[in-house]
């Protein structure tokens, strides 16, 4: 159904002329930007993690932290002052544009980083469907403290659920923060024996080993997020830093040069007109152009454009931004439709053949098992009308043909159709339309990547 919110007429009227296609997509600063998720098991450390940092990086004021440290302090916690101040940059963030991922930034030398995503919410995974399909890059938050990095690697944890998905999901660029060092006296035997049972995990789930790095950090004390640690104990460690790090990153490759796509995320209703916003995921856009709205094909004109609260004329792939229609109908607009190029509308259809990788199932899926599919900002019933063929996990070959039921943590290609047509991608083509996520009763059952349009 239509979720259409009431909204403050806010947007800026811009002028309707085109520009030229752009080269490349960067932020205001000059630098590229990099989407980054923050993954791990709860109480890892993630939202005191990045809380520090922000602050170390001066993206929450002395203010903010003072406030924190005083209330904090009177219910005997301290420790939590950080993870408050992701909190606070959180409803910061909530005032401007609402989007159902919420996002605050930090730069680098050479990068500007968008941090997707809520990790300090505790029922995370998902939020984290929606922001991993938008990752380029993660961070993986380990607990080194004895006894803490097993639980949440074995099964229950959360360790392996998310390197899953995300993995599913297409990430391939990883950073392993091994955290709470200060608590195992920043033991190199503790760091080194967590790397390698970790690094066989990634290698086995198809991470390369060259696109993971190792950091010991306690984000408590901010130790080794900005300035190298000085303390004897640290010394063995001579990696980079928690930002160097990130700062190597490689730079996702922007389709900018593909036909335009852009999810609907939300829709809001100002006086007299429709804007709805998303994340631009090829392509380009510009004020006064014309977009086809799939999958009914309806047509629409660009009125105007706002990026980070800004008036634009254009905007690119990679960009979240929010977009005044006109000549539409809204009636028929929902979250999940797609704005695309004119003349290469995105393929519609009620049928798909699709490679999808099982996590912990309850019960086993068989022929005509209706779930839940999560694509983009997309949510649907489906059904699984086929098991075409059961795969190894992690080589992909097929290990037989039209399996009887398919069981937790295989592998597997299957047939879905949904109830109605809707927009969908090739994985190959357009990766972002092409993976999506199988929920069941509210539980992430499998992730997926569609391989042939039917
Ligand atoms: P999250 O659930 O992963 O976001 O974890 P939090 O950031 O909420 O932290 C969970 C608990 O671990 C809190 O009590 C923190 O104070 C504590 N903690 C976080 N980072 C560190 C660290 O580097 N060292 C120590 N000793 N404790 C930490």
Not at 415 to 434: A, N
Request: hydrophobic share 40%.
């Amino acid at each position: 159904e239509p979720s259409v919110k009431q909204q403050e007429p806010k947007l800026k009227e811009t002028s309707t002329e085109k520009t030229a296609p752009p080269i490349e997509s960067s932020t205001e600063s000059g630098k590229d930007n990099l989407n980054l998720i923050v993954v791990g098991h709860v109480d890892a450390g993630k939202s005191t993690l990045m809380g520090h940092l922000l602050f170390k990086l001066g993206c929450v004021s002395k203010k903010v932290i003072q406030k924190y440290e005083h209330e904090t302090e009177k219910i005997g916690k301290q420790s939590f002052v950080y993870a408050w101040v992701l909190d606070e940059v959180e409803e910061e963030r909530g005032r401007g544009i609402t989007m159902d991922i919420g996002k605050s930034k930090f730069e680098t030398s050479s990068k500007s980083i968008t941090l997707l995503d809520a990790p300090g919410h505790k029922d995370f995974i998902p939020n984290m469907i929606s922001g991993a399909t938008q990752a380029d890059a993660a961070l993986l938050v380990i607990d080194a403290t004895a006894g803490e990095f097993e639980t949440g690697f074995e099964s229950g944890g959360q360790t392996r659920e998310h390197t899953l998905l995300i993995r599913s999901l297409g990430v391939n660029q990883l950073i392993v923060v091994i955290n709470k060092m200060d608590n195992v006296s920043w033991s190199q035997q503790r760091f080194d024996e967590i790397s390698q049972k970790l690094g066989a995990f990634l290698h086995q789930v198809g991470f390369k080993d060259a696109d993971v790095c190792y950091v010991p950090c306690s984000g408590l004390m901010g130790i080794n997020l900005i300035e190298k640690p000085k303390d004897p104990s640290t010394a063995w460690y001579k990696g980079p830093t928690l930002i160097d790090s990130i700062d190597k990153f490689n730079l996702p490759e922007r389709p900018i040069n593909k036909p335009l796509r852009m999810c609907v995320h939300d829709i809001y209703k100002n006086i007299g007109t429709y804007s709805v916003s998303g994340r631009i995921e090829t392509g380009y856009m510009n004020v006064g152009n014309k977009v086809s709205i799939q999958p009914k094909g309806e047509v629409a004109v660009i009125k105007s454009l706002t990026v980070d609260d800004v008036s634009r004329s254009t905007a690119f792939a990679g960009t979240y931004v929010s977009v005044v229609l006109t000549n539409v109908d809204v009636e028929s607009m929902c979250v999940g439709h797609v704005l695309c190029d004119l003349q290469h509308p995105i393929p519609v259809s009620n049928r798909f053949e699709a490679k999808i990788v099982l996590f912990d199932l309850i019960y086993p899926i068989t022929k005509g098992y209706p779930i839940t599919l999560h694509l983009l900002s997309l949510v649907d019933p489906v059904v699984i009308t086929k098991l075409n063929a059961q795969l190894h996990k992690v080589t992909g070959e097929v290990m037989k043909k039209n399996p009887r039921c398919l069981m937790k943590n295989t592998a597997a290609i299957v047939t879905v159709e949904t109830s109605r047509p809707i927009c969908m991608e090739l994985y190959k083509d357009v990766r972002e339309f092409g993976r999506f996520m199988l929920r069941d009763s509210g539980v992430t059952v499998a992730a997926g990547l569609i391989v042939n349009i039917l």
